[in-house]
């Protein structure tokens, strides 16, 4: 038997409103994840690319470092400052090569250790801003030092000498080129491969922009003041948060080599006794 609510006065069946179902998701699909963010690792697997990256830093040291001197030590070098020149290039070379073997077999492209740019006005400005701010740092940092305890601002004057002594008097166009390369590797590395992986591994980012700074300031105690490590490091600091800022590794490669080419610059107008 027909229900009486579903006729009409002739007893016709009659349409009964449906309301329609509301789209609430987004036709285009969820939005994707910056490829700096590591989506798609996982916290062991970046632990392991961490791990593969600090054995290939262990053995190219070691490595390089024999060859520099079985080769001083036979004087095929005219001038050993050369050997420190070379040295860094070889570093330079096979931690990028270790680095993209990693992106290779973990299928990550490049834009996982920030070097990707959306748009070309923004990444120059805030290299100027990387520039800038490490300018400030470093002469907040010795100004600090330098009430603070006058005998590390005495060891950290000495720092000129120093680099002097380790590489050659290039020409402002070598000058030009070795800044560039250090500074595109070492932000690569510590920034873009470091800073990305700690991050995914740790949790953390506060974590990671410490340890990564940290790794990037310590090694230059090696060859410099040891009070150096404190401006280095609040630097590192400022282009870590500009990196995970920008989800950019350029900007701060842009600051890294300026920043390079302008100590060398000075170093080379400076000193006139660097031979």
């Excluded at 490490?134 to 000498?161: C, D, K, Q, R």
């Excluded at 080129?177 to 920034?191: D, M, N, Q, S």
């Excluded at 090696?222 to 900007?251: D, K, M, N, Y």
Aim: hydrophobic content about 55%; charged content about 15%; glycine content about 6%.
């Amino acid at each position: 038997m027909n229900d009486p609510r579903t006729l009409d006065d002739t007893g016709a069946p009659r349409q009964v409103p449906v309301a329609k179902p509301i789209l609430t998701a987004d036709p285009a699909g969820p939005p994707t994840a910056h490829p700096m963010l590591l989506a798609d690792s996982s916290h062991r697997t970046a632990r392991e690319d961490i791990g593969v990256f600090f054995c290939a830093v262990v053995v190219a040291l070691f490595a390089l470092q024999g060859a520099a001197m079985i080769v001083e030590r036979s004087g095929a070098v005219a001038d050993p400052r050369m050997l420190s020149v070379v040295v860094t290039l070889c570093a330079a070379l096979i931690l990028l090569a270790t680095t993209a073997a990693i992106l290779k077999r973990r299928r990550q492209a490049a834009a996982s250790i920030g070097l990707c740019v959306e748009r070309w006005w923004r990444t120059l400005l805030f290299g100027i801003v990387a520039v800038v701010g490490a300018y400030a740092v470093m002469i907040f940092t010795v100004g600090v030092i330098s009430v603070v305890s006058p005998a590390a601002y005495e060891a950290l004057s000495h720092n000129p000498e120093r680099i002097t002594a380790m590489f050659p008097k290039l020409h402002p166009a070598a000058l030009l080129a070795l800044a560039l390369t250090v500074g595109f590797y070492e932000e690569v590395i510590c920034r873009g491969f470091l800073l990305t992986r700690l991050r995914r591994a740790t949790g953390s980012v506060v974590l990671a922009v410490v340890v990564s700074s940290a790794v990037f300031a310590v090694p230059h105690a090696a060859s410099q003041a040891a009070i150096t490590v404190v401006p280095l490091f609040l630097i590192g600091v400022l282009w870590a948060v500009l990196t995970v800022w920008q989800r950019s590794v350029v900007p701060a490669i842009i600051g890294h080599g300026v920043f390079d080419l302008c100590q060398l610059i000075a170093l080379y107008q400076l000193n006139p006794a660097w031979e």
